[in-house]
């Protein structure tokens, strides 16, 4: 069985005991986090492993012959989740 949930502007296809990268929630580790389907409004609950950052991406942005040179990078904080259970919606 399998939910499609949203966050953080995305949508994730999560099984039961799957691990799901998202982007960062203000929830505390070992938290729970609840979520609803999209499809047919089964509950999904997930657990917070961790909080943490990704790989650095270096953006360097250049235009020629104007001596335009611009350096940045980035690194997008996520949290970690295990789905911890998927209930149908009405099931007891």
């Known amino acids: 069985m399998y939910a499609i ?40 609950t997930a657990k917070v492993l961790e909080h943490g950052r990704g790989p650095k991406l270096n953006i360097f942005k250049y235009k020629p012959k104007i001596h335009v040179r611009k350096r940045m990078g980035h690194r997008q904080s996520y949290t970690l989740l295990e789905i911890t259970e998927i209930k149908a919606k009405g099931a007891k």
């Open 5 to 44: 949930i949203e966050t953080g502007g995305k949508q994730y296809r999560v099984e039961l005991g799957q691990t799901v990268e998202v982007e960062l929630l203000d929830t505390p580790v070992d938290g729970t986090v609840k979520f609803t389907d999209l499809l047919n409004g089964a509950s999904v």
